[in-house]
């Protein structure tokens, strides 16, 4: 999903990965989705694209433990064409349990790429902070897992 608010040929992207996609669509923005967008403008982006460690669309992240396939085929290629199109890339999926492996996953993919992550805040874990419990004008930091954040839910 895309936002822009500056019409140019060059625009400075800013690309958030979250969960799990919920109710916002091409047309309509939810709480979260308003968020990202006021974020990566205090930022300094002009448009901004979301994509998710799970394809699933629900608004219930614990469906996804139970889901047959809550990844989908394509969402690996999905999340590496925004990054490769991307200025910055954030880390906001938070420390939800079904998240910890996927996490892992995403960002051994991203880390073979030489990806930069970047994230607004962490928990006290160090997971990337869900971009709702944000502090307004909270400036981007680099973000890299600790050592055992990966580890807990295996």
Known sequence: MTRHWVESDNQ?????????????????????????????????????????????????????ASADDPIGPLNDKYILAAVEESDRIVAAWSAHPVASRR???????????????????T?????????????????LQPWVPSGQMFKRNH
């Open 12 to 64: 400075s992207m800013l690309t958030v990965i979250m969960l799990n996609p919920s109710i916002a669509d091409a047309t309509h923005d939810d709480p979260t989705l308003r968020r990202c967008t006021g974020l990566a403008k205090a930022a300094g982006a002009e448009a901004l694209r979301v994509v998710n460690l799970f394809a699933l669309r629900s608004t219930d992240p614990d469906s996804l």
């Open 103 to 121: 996490a892992e996953a995403v960002y051994e993919l991203l880390r073979k790429g030489d990806v930069f992550l970047e994230c607004w805040e």
């Open 123 to 139: 928990t006290k874990d160090g997971h990337p902070r869900h971009p709702l419990y944000v502090r307004n004008l909270t400036r």
